[in-house]
């Protein structure tokens, strides 16, 4: 099994910026894409942007220029820096990472618990 923790959310004036991780924790098991997900009040889940184990990067078009995803694979975390925040970004956010079981071959997803988002003045 693997746990993903998440943390750095809070409430952020417009404008402002948080930066959240996630840090995957187990044994025998590497891991490939990390993404981050967010899900507002009555909306569809999202994926906001993603990131392979080789380091490429994808974001949705309403996140461009304001947000940065990054990983650091010594420590199996991931890191959505978040810049110019605004109303709209207020959303529970997930983070998401694709996990091989070194010792079985199996591969599942992993979700986290998720962080509170509001941006609110």
């Known amino acids: 099994q693997v746990q993903l923790v998440e943390s750095g959310g809070g409430l952020v004036q417009p404008g402002g910026s948080l930066r959240l991780s996630c840090a995957a924790s187990?044994?025998?098991?590497?891991?490939?894409?990390m993404n981050w997900y967010r899900q507002a009040p009555g909306k569809q889940r999202e994926l906001v942007a993603s990131?392979?184990?080789?380091?490429?990067?994808n974001y949705v078009d309403s996140v461009k220029g304001r947000f940065t995803i990054s990983r650091d694979n010594a420590k199996n975390a991931v890191y959505l820096q978040m810049n110019s925040l605004k109303p709209q970004d207020t959303a529970v956010y997930y983070c998401?990472?694709?996990?091989?079981?070194?010792?079985?071959?199996?591969?599942?997803?992993?979700w986290g618990q998720g962080t509170q988002v509001t941006v609110s003045s």
């Open positions: 998401n990472a694709d996990v091989l079981h070194v010792g079985t071959l199996m591969r599942r997803t992993y």
């Open positions: 187990g044994s025998d098991f590497s891991i490939g894409a």
């Open positions: 990131i392979t184990s080789g380091f490429s990067t």
